[in-house]
Nanobody, 123 residues
Framework: QVQLVESGGGLVQAGGSLRLSCAAS????????MGWFRQAPGKERDFVAA????????YYADSVKGRFTISRDNAKDTVYLQMNSVKPEDTAVYYC????????????????WGQGTQVTVSS
């Protein structure tokens, strides 16, 4: 069974940086797409970024392009989200997700989810 465990959330000042980690286990992930999503209170869960585990292709939401970077460490089965130049509007619970095969920005397209990690950006 696939397990995803996020870590690295916390409180950061606007303009600062934070790195989230997602440790994956239970499968060989070569054929998987790994995504990061976020959900602010009272809002829908939104796509942030995704990476194809096989070739490292990356995809970003326009709101984070140029500020966030998604990457993976094959040896550790871990996906990262480096968050730079954070803004108060980046405040949300961040979730790691996985799906086998195809890239999608829709949360409903992902089969596996972590428990989430809170990111709070103060102004």
């Amino acid at each position: 069974q696939v397990q995803l465990v996020e870590s690295g959330g916390g409180l950061v000042q606007a303009g600062g940086s934070l790195r989230l980690s997602c440790a994956a286990s239970g499968r060989t992930f070569n054929s998987y797409v790994m995504g990061w999503f976020r959900q602010a209170p009272g809002k829908e869960r939104d796509f942030v970024a995704a990476i194809m585990w096989s070739d490292g292709s990356t995809y970003y939401a326009d709101s984070v392009k140029g500020r966030f970077t998604i990457s993976r460490d094959n040896a550790k089965d871990t996906v990262y989200l480096q968050m730079n130049s954070v803004k108060p509007e980046d405040t949300a619970v961040y979730y790691c997700a996985a799906v086998r095969g195809y890239y999608t920005r829709s949360p409903s397209g992902y089969d596996y989810w972590g428990q989430g990690t809170q990111v709070t950006v103060s102004s």
